[in-house]
């Protein structure tokens, strides 16, 4: 009787590379290794190759970059999705493809199960779990880390006597997880939210101190809401991600320190680069309050809210974001056009933007007095617009009144002379 087949979402690194030989010894699985290139900047050949020497059946290896750019991080840009006000969902919205990805294989090689490598504790566990779940019930789930008691020393521990390759010490525990949206660093001194952030986590950005002491101006084109050119010069989906990342980085732009709620309920301090994300989303922010209307902005404020946190959430398979991103795209057909950021010393800020489609009236706006507008017409808006503040206050005024004066008929004369 041939074994039952499980297919692994492998990154490479130290849990899933013992996770890989667990499930051969433990569960008498054989196991296919998936990894998907999504912008991470590592040499994927390496972690095949560590896969093929621990013994997997299979492997396979997608350049995921442009999917991941069109159909998850564009869909983030769109909805400046932000969790927690903060956070770009830069691995949250890589999970759902990778899960995606697996799923196909496991199909395909007509496996029983899938596996990931997340903790218990984490929100990746909810992330890969739902979407295997839409997407095949008939899949077992295996998540080999849930069960574990390693702490992290022991693992390391098992892992060299089993001979899986360690590319961590017990010295330098860091967790990384990156992609063409962000890295994002956890473990270690970090996991202590009163001790201040060493400097040797960050890689993709400069200190602020060490910044260039001048400015970079660059103008980020959209077309219907997603990043299309820099400079005026036409960039693929991945090339203008990288580039922004790079120019970013070189002014210390991104960098997130902050106490994040999981979606299992706990508080945890978590850190991430961002600087290709932040400067495209303050940049399409800027542009969206030239093109839509105050009415547009203030609701897509409440759908981009709920957006962020279902998708931070695992819920990218739920029909709520389908409907959500129906209305998103219907605001982004007008956010087209250029937004000028000026970049130094650790902020992205816009300084100057146009479109085709700009809401803006020169002619309406300007303190010229030979413009379009009457400034008569304020008048009567503001006595309409004011009208129940003002009969508020009027009623005040009027129960005010009323009250003194039952107050003073009340007052007893105080005698005066002898009594």
Not at 254 to 269: A, F, N, P, Y
Not at 278 to 288: F, P, S, V
Request: negative net charge.
């Amino acid at each position: 009787m041939s074994k039952k087949k499980v297919v692994l979402a492998y990154s490479g690194g130290l849990d899933t590379s013992m996770m890989l030989k667990w499930i051969q010894e433990e569960y008498k699985m054989d196991v296919i290794s998936c990894i998907l290139d999504v912008g991470q900047g590592k040499d994927l050949k390496l972690a095949e190759e560590k896969a093929w020497n621990l013994g997997v059946l299979n492997h396979y290896t997608f350049d995921a970059k442009e999917e991941f750019t069109l159909e998850y991080v564009f869909p983030a840009v769109k909805a400046n999705a932000l969790y927690m006000g903060t956070y770009p969902v830069s691995s949250s919205i890589s999970r759902p493809l990778i899960a995606k990805k697996v799923v196909e294989v496991a199909e395909m090689e007509d496996a029983q199960a899938v596996a990931h490598g997340c903790t218990g504790k984490g929100n990746d566990q909810v992330r890969f779990d739902l979407t295997f779940k839409a997407l095949n019930p008939d899949l077992e789930i295996i998540a080999p880390v849930r069960e574990w008691k390693f702490d992290r020393h022991n693992q390391i521990k098992w892992a060299k006597e089993h001979g899986v390759p360690v590319p961590v010490t017990v010295d330098s525990p860091y967790s990384i997880d990156q992609n063409l949206w962000g890295r994002s660093i956890e473990g270690g001194i970090l996991e202590h939210p009163d001790k201040i952030v060493p400097n040797d986590i960050w890689e993709w950005t400069v200190d602020v101190e060490d910044a260039p002491n001048e400015p970079d101006y660059v103008k980020v084109g959209f077309h219907k809401g997603v990043p299309a050119s820099i400079d005026g010069e036409e960039y693929g989906p991945v090339e203008i991600l990288q580039t922004l990342n790079k120019m970013g980085g070189e002014h210390g732009i991104g960098r997130i320190e902050h106490m994040e709620d999981r979606v299992i309920g706990l508080k945890t301090r978590e850190t991430y680069e961002i600087p290709g994300a932040e400067i495209i989303l303050t940049a399409h922010k800027d542009l969206e309050k030239l093109v839509l209307t105050r009415h547009q902005k203030a609701f897509k404020f409440q759908v981009e809210h709920t957006w962020a946190t279902i998708v931070y959430q695992g819920l990218w398979v739920d029909p709520l974001k389908q409907d959500l991103d129906a209305f998103i795209d219907s605001t982004q057909v007008n956010v087209t056009g250029e937004v000028t950021m000026k970049l130094f010393k650790g902020s992205a800020k816009p300084v100057s933007r146009e479109s085709p489609f700009s809401l803006y009236d020169y002619n309406l706006a300007s303190f010229d007095i030979n413009t379009y507008y009457d400034q008569g017409d304020a008048v009567g808006f503001i006595n309409l617009w004011g009208l129940p503040s003002v009969s508020a206050w009027n009623l005040k005024r009027k129960i005010a009144d009323e009250g003194i004066k039952e107050i003073r008929k009340k007052v007893v004369p105080v005698p005066t002379g002898d009594a």
